[in-house]
């Protein structure tokens, strides 16, 4: 059957192609999306999906009035690395709520507008597969940006929409900053948990774990987390989470991690990401480097509030090697690779 077929609140299976005239998902995006939200009259509606890559997001185009959507379905979505049963319906409903309120609230703080804004939200619907309904963005993301410096050419380009994306990050940190201090536990918590999934992914070895923990305890009593003023951080600053329609626009995604800590992690997840990148695509992971420090001066102009630039490197370095330790999780990445990224990171943490 072509499109969308729903039981009991979960996808059992899709396809690209048209959704059905009288389905519930039909009625939903017709009335309440485009009618209610959006004020755009269509007498018969004619939705079609695309499939966007692996992920639990599909675009959806109405053929007549040429609006575009995302549908974001977490009954699509993997909970912790695994796809988990529909029995688990109301945490996903649950998740689709915070992001939802998330992108608000980001928007509501003054990111809402070109150059620097975050994706318009426009609905949820937890009883068609636990679905958010965002505006579709059309753009290259940081990722097609960076493989393309990486295997062909455009370095400047990369390094300007890196500069857009440390402005992004900083204004978000900026507007949302408090006096409450960030609590050094959950950085430190963090890195047990990911060393602890390596070692049960056969990534490393005890030995290897137990040296990791080690270190971990180290920079955990060390009292370098410690960090003033705990900011709204976007939680997942990865290069598919930035979206540019235009030259002088990015469009940020994907909040469902937003929450208040430490402005030194999106720095530091992004450089990790940087890294490993540059040493998937070209095989020189130093070559990275002009870029991550471009990066994080980029940021600090525009974040001078951040304190001590000295201090802040120090952290983000702690969150670089665990955005590292991250992605060696990666099952679908070369194991070689995978040991390549948890030396990379046991190197950073080590200087």
Known sequence: MDGLMLTGGLLKDFEAGPIPAGSAL??????????????VRCPRP???????GGSPVLRCDEEQTRVSLALKFYDLKH???EQTPCDQHDVRAGIMRTEFDNIRLVRKLGLDKPPLRAVRPLAVEPGLGCLLVEEFVSGEDLHFIIQEATLRSGHALLAD????????????HNISASRDGCDPREPAAYFDKVTGQLRAGRVISADEEASLTLIGRRWAESG???????????????PTQFLFPGDNELVAIDFERLHYADRAADIGRLAGELKHLFAKYTGDPWESEPFIQGFYDDYYRAAPEAGG????????????????LRIARNTWENIGHRRWLVAEALECLSQ
């Open 309 to 324: 630039f000295d201090r802040l490197m120090q952290r983000a370095r702690f969150h670089m090697a665990c955005s590292e």
């Open 46 to 52: 004619r939705f079609r999906l695309r499939r966007i």
């Open 161 to 172: 929409r890196l500069a857009q994306v440390a402005a992004f990050l900083a204004r978000l």
């Open 224 to 238: 370098d987390l410690s960090a003033e003023g705990a900011v709204l951080i976007h939680g997942d600053a990865t």
């Open 26 to 39: 039909a009625q939903f995006l017709a009335d309440t999306v485009l009618g209610d939200i959006l004020s």
């Open 79 to 81: 909970l912790d690395g």
